[in-house]
């Protein structure tokens, strides 16, 4: 007879059963304040004893919106710990794709910092939450957090969580303009966690964090995994270069997480060639491959890549490439991790061999649950047998190496940044003088690609670049605007009437 006993993988447990491993350790260190695993725990539960006084059970939403900051990483855990479910918001959303969110997933509580108060206030009446909470600084009609902190007593006990209970919901723009909510379980945490921790090893002495919070790649490539280790999290509001560099001579930083972009911006700063490199092991990139003059820049500092594939939906892993195999497999996203499964399938979702292209699907505990509020859209992602369908184009080489060639679903990756075209378009197509319009993603030197508009003009009338990102302004964020603009006479279509942006882009690049 068996005696096994569940054990409960949540995140909340998980954090407060580190501070008693490690409760002397450094945790987290955030512009010059570090806290130890013990003073994080307190905080934490601190932060649950507030949202339970205010009503929160188990299932509720609670939101933040802000700039990386501890208080993100708290709540996270807090509503871990009650059951709760997090929600954090892109803080590069206008107003409007705000609001959208935090309705959709029914927002009860929404932490704020000082950055997004303003943005916030002009929004509240159009928003369903009962309780706003400002994470600094006390601003006028809204209950300030560390008052709070002062006077409430840490919650005795957290709540066990299942594997299939929702931790977080992250939203990830929708080819139809409006994001859809990913519901991350405990589970699917946990198994990323445990697909990383058997793939690189490069998380040891302190883990640098400068990507947003708010991206799975922030969260968790090397965030997450680094505090249920008891390795120190060094904690920056927003990327600085300068000052990156700076804290992993300082720290003595492992590795860090980041988009290519960030990396060539860090070897283009004046500081790189003489910042102390020596303590990383490697450093973690996604988003798009890594340029070999990239990769040759940093290992002439000794520095090696380690490059990953993955999406909201997977949390984030689906396939990793070795530091060690940065040179030697240039331009792959590597091999799944342990416990995950990928393949690539034809329009009949039958696997197609070495060399074929086709859509990447994967499988494994670290798929999501579903989207939020939306079966259909979850039942169009993810079929019978469990694969999700990823939407992205690649194939697999001889040695089960994966490249990815495209997108399905046209997607633009700038900065790290996922960008949908027909988001875009459909802001744009409100233009008065524009009659057609197509949005694509051009080689870019600095960004991976350029957002660019390509336009059909009504009949004598003339636009350009600075006029159409001062209209579509006000209703995208600036990330999303085009840097580009190309007005033409009439855009490739194919027989059933289909835009071909294969051409536009063979045509403008």
Not at 436 to 450: K, N, T, Y
Request: glycine content about 10%; overall charge negative.
């Amino acid at each position: 007879m068996s005696h096994t006993q569940s054990v409960d993988i949540g995140l909340g447990q998980t954090i407060l059963k580190r501070a008693i491993l490690t409760p002397e350790s450094p945790a987290i260190t955030f512009e010059g304040q570090t806290w130890t695993f013990q003073q994080f725990a307190t905080r934490i539960l601190k932060i649950a004893a507030i949202l339970r006084e205010g009503g929160v059970c188990c299932g509720d939403r609670v939101g933040f919106m802000g700039l990386n900051h501890p208080v993100f990483l708290e709540v996270l855990y807090a509503c871990g710990c009650l059951g709760a479910i997090f929600v954090p918001l892109n803080f590069r959303l206008t107003g409007t794709e705000a609001r959208f969110i935090a309705n959709d997933a029914g927002i009860q509580v929404l932490f704020t910092d000082d950055a997004l108060l303003p943005l916030i206030e002009s929004e509240r009446e159009n928003l369903h939450c009962r309780r706003y909470l400002a994470v600094e600084s006390p601003a006028a009609g809204w209950e300030s957090l560390e008052p709070l902190m002062t006077t409430t007593e840490p919650l005795a006990s957290a709540v066990a969580a299942s594997a299939d209970d929702v931790a977080f919901i992250m939203y990830t723009s929708g080819t139809t303009g409006l994001p859809k909510g990913a519901m991350l379980s405990h589970g699917n945490i946990f198994w990323n966690s445990v697909n990383v921790a058997f793939s690189e090893n490069n998380m040891q002495d302190a883990t640098l964090t400068c990507a947003p919070l708010f991206h799975i790649g922030g969260l968790n490539v090397t965030t997450l995994p680094s505090l249920a280790r008891g390795v120190q999290v060094i904690l920056h509001r927003n990327f600085d270069p300068g000052q990156v560099l700076a804290d992993i001579e300082k720290y003595r930083v492992s590795t860090m997480f980041g988009a290519p972009t960030m990396y060539l911006m860090m070897s283009q700063h004046e500081a790189f060639g003489k910042t102390d490199l020596s303590s990383v092991i490697s450093v973690t990139v996604g988003g798009a491959p890594v340029p070999e003059p990239l990769i040759e820049a940093y290992g002439a500092r000794g520095v090696t890549f380690c490059q990953g594939y993955g999406l909201t939906e997977t949390a984030p892993y689906a396939s990793i490439l070795s530091s060690d195999l940065a040179m030697t497999k240039i331009g792959s996203a590597g091999k799944t991790p342990l416990f995950t499964e990928l393949r690539v399938v034809n329009s009949e979702n039958q696997p197609v061999p070495a060399g074929e292209r086709g859509e990447v699907c994967i499988k494994g505990p670290n798929v999501m649950k579903g989207y939020w509020n939306r079966p259909d859209a979850t039942a169009e992602a993810i079929d019978a047998m469990g694969w999700f369908h990823s939407g992205d184009i690649g194939y697999l080489d001889d040695e089960g190496f994966l490249y990815l060639c495209d997108r399905l679903k046209d997607m633009v990756i700038s900065g790290g940044e996922n960008i949908y075209p027909a988001e875009v378009e459909s802001v744009l197509y409100g233009h008065d003088d524009i009659v057609e319009v197509a949005v694509i993603g051009l080689p870019d030197s600095r960004w991976g690609e350029a957002v660019t508009a390509v336009a059909v003009l009504r009949p004598d009338a003339t636009l350009n670049l600075d006029a159409l990102r001062d209209y579509a302004g006000e209703k995208l964020a600036r990330y999303k605007l085009p840097t580009h603009l190309h007005c033409i006479d009439a855009l490739p279509r194919n027989p059933a009437g289909k835009v071909q942006k294969f051409l536009l882009k063979e045509k403008f690049i």
